[in-house]
């Protein structure tokens, strides 16, 4: 039989069809080795294990955060042998494996992110108490979803809830979350707050929210954001990034919005309060007004009291000069015609005088002066 | 139209007759004028009162039902 004897260029083209064929994409799980970025654009590394190593390329764009030799990653891509550069995968999602790569890589997001400003206290911005319209994002058949309404509800009602459903965890997670707040973010009629939320679960399984693109996403919405991953230890970049971070979604739903049942019976005590503070004024009113009724009296009766005395004082003043009192004395009147007779001195012996006495009158001849 | 006078300017005029009846200036003429025009005053008072306290009655029976 004849050896089928190929050009290299023909060669290629069979390998790619026949991979293509066979294995579209393929995701392969390693070690990163020799990991760079060139100009700025383009990403060049391996994945290794004990006895082979694979070439891969790709963009920045791809990366979940910055990746460092060492860290385990799973990479989807597509395997082709290039007709100059020889066999490589050209990347389309990476995804880091295991938790001691999953926090590594956190950690130097976080470093990174931080440094940008992006976690600073003074970008947090006041959620709305209680909002009108909340706009949810999350998995539809979490458990999740399903506390956060129903505490959501038993609190306060009339809020309307906007959800997209989205995956929470896995390759096609950060994707969805990004794309979920950019939807809300685009809406006519944008919603008072966004709710990014799900349950606890592996450091796998909670990777998505610690990715660059999620982080940014949550960082740039303009619309207040709450961010709430039930888990214990670890508090993901997403929830540093968000204006509001909750311990689980059932207390994202406590911080969103009040518990009517406590108002209530708070308005009730406000109630009594009120109450008892109006009988309280209306009975002070009262006791003052029938002190000042007393005061009325009391002044007019004092006053006359006091006209009284003065009156009573100057009767007597006046009585004292009355001349029938000195009559009663002894004292005379003395009247020579209609003259009134004060001293002697024009008194004659002869003159007829008119005596008045206390009880008579008298009418006199003069038989002695005597001065 | 007068419009009747608040419960501050009628406590307000009350004081300021009892001031008078303490003042060494009053007179006797003035004295049952004075009298009168402060009863008067108490009587006007005492209504206000009575109707503040209806009034808050027909709220707190309203704001009852409103909660029920």
């Keep these: 039989m004849t050896d089928l004897i190929l050009g290299v260029s023909e060669f290629v083209a069979i390998l790619n069809q026949t991979l293509e064929y066979a294995y579209p994409n393929v995701v392969i799980e390693g070690e990163l080795a020799n990991f760079k970025v060139s100009k700025n654009r383009w990403v060049y590394f391996d994945l290794k294990d004990d006895q082979a190593s694979v070439k891969f390329f790709g963009t920045i764009y791809q990366l979940p955060g910055p990746l460092e030799d060492g860290m385990k990653v799973a990479v989807r891509g597509v395997p082709r042998l290039h007709q100059q550069f020889g066999f490589s995968v050209t990347v389309q999602t990476i995804t880091l494996v295991g938790e001691g790569s999953i926090k590594k890589a956190s950690k130097l997001l976080e470093a990174k992110l931080a440094a940008e400003g992006l976690f600073e206290e003074s970008r947090k911005r006041p959620l709305p108490y209680p909002p009108k319209r909340i706009g949810l994002v999350a998995s539809a058949e979490s458990a999740a979803y399903h506390d956060f309404i129903k505490v959501l509800k038993k609190r306060w009602g009339g809020v309307k809830i906007i959800l997209i459903d989205v995956q929470v965890q896995g390759e096609i997670a950060p994707k969805q979350i990004e794309q979920a707040i950019e939807q809300f973010n685009q809406m006519a009629n944008m919603p008072d707050v966004l709710v990014i939320t799900r349950g606890g679960g592996s450091a796998d399984d909670l990777q998505a929210f610690s990715t660059e693109q999620v982080t940014r996403a949550v960082a740039s919405s303009r619309i207040p954001t709450l961010v709430a991953i039930g888990h214990e230890v670890d508090i993901s970049l997403a929830e540093l990034a968000a204006d509001k971070r909750a311990s689980t979604p059932s207390n994202a739903a406590e911080l969103l919005v009040p518990d009517r049942r406590a108002l209530k019976a708070n308005l009730q005590n406000q109630r009594e309060y009120l109450d008892q503070i109006a009988s309280r004024n209306l009975s002070d009113a009262r006791k003052n007004l029938v002190a000042r009724h007393d005061g009325l009296n009391l002044g007019v009766e004092q006053l006359i009291d006091r006209f009284k005395s003065d009156f009573v004082l100057r009767a007597k003043l006046l009585s004292a000069y009355d001349p029938h009192a000195a009559l009663a004395r002894g004292y005379a009147i003395v009247h020579k015609g209609v003259e009134l007779i004060r001293g002697g001195k024009n008194i004659a012996v002869g003159d007829e005088l008119d005596i008045q006495l206390y009880e008579a009158h008298l009418t006199v001849d003069v038989k002695k002066v005597r001065i | ?68």
């Excluded at chain 2, 003035?30 to 009298?35: A, K, Q, R, T, V």
């Excluded at chain 2, 006007?44 to 009162?49: I, V």
């Excluded at chain 2, 209806?54 to 707190?60: A, L, M």
């Design chain 2, 1 to 68: 139209m007068k419009t009747a006078k608040s419960y501050q300017e009628l406590s307000a005029e009350l004081d300021g007759i009892l001031a008078k009846l303490q003042s060494p200036e009053v007179q006797v003429d003035e004295l049952s004028e004075l009298y009168k025009d402060g009863l008067k005053i108490i009587t006007q008072l005492e209504d206000h009162l009575k109707q503040t306290e209806n009034i808050i009655e027909k709220i707190k029976l309203s704001a009852a039902k409103e909660i029920e």
